[in-house]
């Protein structure tokens, strides 16, 4: 990487190619582990297996990146190493010798087998699984092959240790104890209990067996313990077991390193390693986007279509409006207003649609007599959301969703709400059962506590008692996304249907909804968002942006032609912008009295100021233009439903002009950049994915769960039909798939992002999405529980040129000091009142709780970030809005960069030029040819990051919004949740549900509800 000057002069599409040998001699959160003999020392350093002699030395590699291995462990007779990998898309048991031969599988799925322990006397394997729907603790007979349980109680159990005799395993409950087994009679005692917060991780029994070393993460610090007493306090210690070289000396890895104490406490040895990886540079030519054409282009973006009872019309959403469709005629929008609408439903008769509008402020269900034309509010919460509307069969009721993924009916004639199940995390659309009595839903069914990720199954809910069960749609398979993709429940009763590895299946199903047979697979092509005709005997589909119908016993699809357009909004012919003063996005110095003159969506000229100039003026003499600011990590609809119109408009009022987002529903994505290019929804300019691709085992709805080849070649199609911004590599999917889905996707000149640097880094990866991220081992190896990275981390950041966003969430320890966007009236007038109420909720926790631990952990973060930007790395800044505040967190984040090091200039050019490149178009810069993004502020960001936030206008793509036109809609509401649930509202007792239990990420727990903390996508 050049200067930032360099790179952002000449925005080339065209990647620099590359490829190059990096040799680490550091690591981040890996474990090493010394061979009974003494002699070598197995490395499980950036998902690889490494041997490398005792006394230290260069590593050999004795397994391929495709393996994705971890905690190895030694025979007692150091012929051989366990392993866990995640070479075929779950966890399994392997073995290999030192020198790499006898490679052989142990385990095999569909459930995870980790952290595998070879007993004393050689004959067996303790490890840990989650078969039993909880992490135990299993024995596997080296002899035979036979697996026992060997404990398996209340709580998740994992981490096991074997004793010098053989005669007991000790292991992790649930983060907070040790427990020890005693083979030979069975008992079971807790060996220590730590309090809530602090975490246990990795026991290991001491040479003579009296007693347990284990890690410890608690207030800020990694230990490594015996009982309470430290042992190692005065490094960061990397979460994994010790090993002993004699009754006193120990092994352990911290600071990036191999060190070796002994219990006297002598001082620590550092034995040294080498270990050779190669990055590759990507070599594709990015595909630019057509933002200016003003050819009718076809509307792909068709959400939620659903067909009429009587099988000749289709309604959906698009282009910011819903559409009615007569089969072989034109569409008619309903309503060609501004506001937000989702979620078309037809009533049985046919004569009523209901759909979700802010049109009353914030989302409530809407019905349209289709008769009279005229539209009522049938819900009006106030302090939620109603979405996902669903008619009873008798056209009495509506069942829909809250913002949380609570389930809700309300009653058509009254309006009266009642709470009927507990929210589940981002579930799917209602379906009723034909008496009305059980409702159904797509929710997620994780395989354990420890771990969120699971399948996605039906969820079956008697209304009368008010509890939920599962039931499988297709045995160890999900439904394929909890959007639209079902199930749905076929009128007259007697079956489902579901898309389950993106194609379509029915079941047939008794009156409660229970399977009564086996499903049977009705197409064979990319299928999303089923419905049926009133008959019970067709289903329109959704396949690669075209609407299909087919036979509900099979047969041969046909299409149904819509015939809608869209084209380019046209911009004013011309602009000047009368900057007083400017930044370019580039450039250290900012330019006083200058013309930025736009033609169309494009900048022509940037020339000292002259009087005169003809068309439209902007006067900001007296104020500061700069390049629009970017965010790079978002989900714009994944709480799009709860935002409504207000999302893009609160980006906008804080100067965001363009958003990415790696991970969305697919179709709604889609509809979201066609109204967002026509004009039909104000917003900043949009780049997106869809479902991010998954293996087999998924936790968000908008995730594709793979399970084949075959399938995966579909996923693909699917993207490339959709025409994808970027693809997303998500947290459970294979190496070799993510390779597979790298090479396709630069193949089609889209950028290839994931939750991991390596071995992305190793086939060409564009990016990488977060500062540690969610992943499937637990724990990340980019960034420690404290926020550190080591130099195997920047090192390969900068050899890659992979492109960094961190997401610093941590940021939110700054309302410590900064309220200032808390209290600024665009926050608080376009946010919705939920999303109002827990920003509050959020500053004042900062307040009123230590915030230390947090404060030091964003620190690291930071400056790991800075490192990697000032020795040439891409750090590009995202958020994950709106799991984080939708544009609030982006100055939150500029905010936090600048506390911790970097300049105002380096944060601002993170959000700007270097994200446009990026991105690879012509955004980020104030230059001839670039596109016309521009913000006006009151202040200097350059020399006071806060006044970033101050801005006062916009110019998205040469159209001008004021901060006042953006708010005007919204400004006579109550932004603040003032109103409350009217007197038909009862909200009743519900019980927990499965999915809101308490799981584990980077050593922290957190309890998972329908918004969580931690991050996503």
């Known amino acids: 990487m050049t200067s930032l000057a360099g790179r952002t002069a000449d925005a080339a599409v065209a990647r620099t190619s590359g ?45 391929s990146d495709l393996f994705d291995i971890a905690q190895p462990d030694w025979s007692p007779d150091s012929s051989q190493l366990v392993f866990q990998s995640y070479r075929d898309g779950v966890f399994n048991l392997w073995t290999v010798r030192p020198d790499g031969s006898g490679l052989r599988q142990l385990t095999t799925g569909p459930f995870d087998h980790r952290e595998p322990r070879w007993s004393p006397d050689g004959r067996t394997i303790v490890f840990s699984g989650d078969a039993s729907g909880s992490y135990a603790i299993y024995t596997y007979d080296v002899g035979g092959g036979r697996v026992d349980v060997l404990a398996d109680g209340y709580g998740e159990e994992y981490e096991p240790a074997w004793s010098p005799d053989g005669n007991r395993v000790a292991f992790v409950v649930a983060n907070t104890r040790i427990d020890v087994v005693d083979r030979t009679t069975g008992g079971r005692s807790t060996h220590i209990t730590v309090p809530a917060g602090q975490v246990i991780h990795q026991p290991e029994w001491t040479p003579d067996g009296t007693d347990l070393v284990h890690h410890l993460t608690y207030d800020g610090r990694c230990d490594l313990m015996i009982r309470n007493t430290p042992l190692v306090d005065d490094e960061e210690t990397f979460p994994f077991r010790v090993s002993w070289l004699d009754r006193e000396r120990f092994l352990y890895t911290a600071n990036g390193e191999i060190h070796v104490r002994s219990l006297g406490g002598e001082g620590t040895k550092t034995i040294g390693f080498s270990a050779a990886v190669t990055t590759r540079k990507p070599t594709y030519t990015k595909r630019r986007s057509d933002f200016e054409s003003t050819r009718p282009r076809p509307v792909r973006g068709i959400g939620s279509p659903v067909l009429s009872p009587d099988g000749e019309q289709v309604a959906f959403r698009a282009l910011n409006d819903i559409y009615v469709m007569k089969i072989g005629r034109a569409p008619q929008a309903l309503t060609r ?32 007599n289709l008769d009279t034309g005229q539209d009522r509010q049938l819900t009006d919460l106030g302090s939620r959301a ?41 579930p799917g659309k209602p379906t009723w059962s034909p008496d009305g009595e059980t409702i159904a839903l797509a929710a997620v069914k994780p395989y354990s506590a420890r771990f ?23 045995a160890g398979r999900s439904i394929q996304t909890r959007g639209d993709d079902g199930p749905v429940w076929s009128p007259d009763g007697t079956r489902m249907t579901f898309a389950v590895a993106s194609v379509l299946y029915t079941v047939d199903v008794a009156k409660d909804g229970t399977p009564t047979g086996e499903p049977r697979q009705i197409t064979d092509e990319v299928t999303d968002a089923p419905s049926w005709s009133g008959d019970s005997k067709k289903l329109l589909y959704l396949n690669n942006g075209r609407l299909r119908l087919v036979s509900a016993n099979g047969g041969r699809p046909r299409t149904v032609t819509v015939p809608l357009t869209w084209t380019a909004v046209r911009p004013p012919a011309r602009t000047v912008v009368h ?12 330019r006083c009295g200058v013309d930025i003159v736009v033609e169309g969506h494009r900048i022509t000229a940037v020339e000292p100021h002259a009087e005169g100039r003809a068309g439209k003026r902007i006067d900001a003499r007296d104020r500061l233009v700069m390049p629009g600011l970017i965010d790079m990590h978002h989900h714009r609809e994944m709480q799009g439903y709860a935002y409504g119109d207000r999302q893009g408009r609160l980006w906008l009022s804080l100067g965001v002009t363009t958003t990415r987002s790696p991970g969305s529903p697919a179709y709604h994505m889609v509809e979201e950049r066609e109204a967002t290019r026509s004009g039909a929804r104000i917003a900043p300019r949009y780049f997106g994915t869809g479902e991010a691709v998954d293996g087999p085992r998924i936790y968000y709805n908008f995730m594709r769960p793979t399970f084949s080849d075959a399938q995966l070649k579909l996923e693909l199609e699917h993207a490339e039909s959709l025409e994808y911004d970027l693809m997303k590599c998500y947290v459970r999917l294979p190496v070799v798939w993510h390779k597979r889905v790298a090479a396709f996707a630069q193949g089609i000149g889209i950028p290839v992002t994931s939750h991991y640097h390596y071995p992305a880094m190793a086939f060409g990866g564009d990016g990488m999405e977060h500062t540690g991220a969610t992943n499937r081992f637990g724990y990340s190896r980019t960034v420690t529980p404290l926020g550190t990275a080591h130099s195997d981390v920047t090192d390969l950041f900068v050899a890659s040129d992979m492109a960094r966003t961190p997401t610093l969430f941590n940021s939110t ?69 709106p799991i984080d505040h939708a544009a609030v967190s982006l100055h ?126």
């Not at 320890?813 to 999303?835: A, F, H, I, M």
């Not at 926790?845 to 040439?872: C, K, M, P, S, W």
């Open 892 to 1017: 939150m984040n500029l905010r936090a960069m600048v506390t911790y090091g970097f300049t105002p200039y380096e944060a601002l050019v993170t959000a700007t030029s270097l994200a446009g490149e990026t991105l690879g178009d012509d955004l980020g810069r104030i230059a001839p040819g670039m596109y016309a993004d521009l913000a006006v502020v009151d202040g200097d960001p350059l020399t006071d990051i806060k006044d970033a936030a101050n801005v006062e206008q916009v110019l998205v793509s040469g159209t001008a919004h004021t901060v006042d036109s953006l708010m005007q809609p919204f400004s006579a509401m109550s932004a603040a949740g003032s109103r409350k649930p009217d007197g038909n509202t009862v909200l009743a007792p519900v019980p927990d549900h499965p999915a809101n239990k308490k799981f584990w990420w980077h050593g922290h727990e957190y309890v998972e509800k329908a918004q969580h903390a931690c991050c996503s996508g």
């Open 19 to 63: 490829s190059g040998e990096l040799r680490l001699g550091a690591g981040t959160t890996f474990g090493a582990r010394l061979s009974p003999d003494g002699r070598w020392i197995a490395l499980d350093l950036l998902g690889v297996l490494w041997v490398m002699p005792a006394s230290g030395g260069q590593a050999r590699r004795l397994t």
């Open 579 to 590: 900057a007083g003063r400017m930044w370019d996005g580039v450039r250290r110095e900012i």
């Open 386 to 426: 109603a979405v996902s509307a669903a008619w009873s069969p008798s056209g009495k009721e509506l069942a829909f969703l809250d913002q949380d993924g609570a389930v809700w009916t309300v009653d058509v004639a009254s309006g009266a709400v009642r709470r009927v199940f507990t929210a589940t995390f981002e």
């Open 813 to 881: 320890t700054l309302y410590r000091e900064d309220t200032s966007l808390v209290e600024d009236r665009r926050v608080q007038t376009l946010n919705p009142p939920w999303r109002m109420a827990a920003l509050r909720e959020s500053a004042e926790a900062a307040g009123r709780t230590d915030q230390r631990a947090r404060r030091e952990n964003l620190e690291a973060q930071v400056r790991q970030a800075l490192e990697i930007f000032r020795r040439g790395g891409r750090v590009v800044l995202g958020t994950d809005a």
């Open 452 to 474: 969120r990720e699971g399948l996605s199954q039906i969820l079956l809910i008697n209304r009368a008692t008010g509890q939920g069960r599962y039931v499988e749609a297709v």
């Open 337 to 368: 207003d501004h506001w937000w609408k989702c979620d078309p439903a037809w009533s049985p008769d046919g004569k009523q649609l209901a759909y979700s509008t802010d049109r009353g402020g914030t989302l409530d269900i809407w019905i349209r």
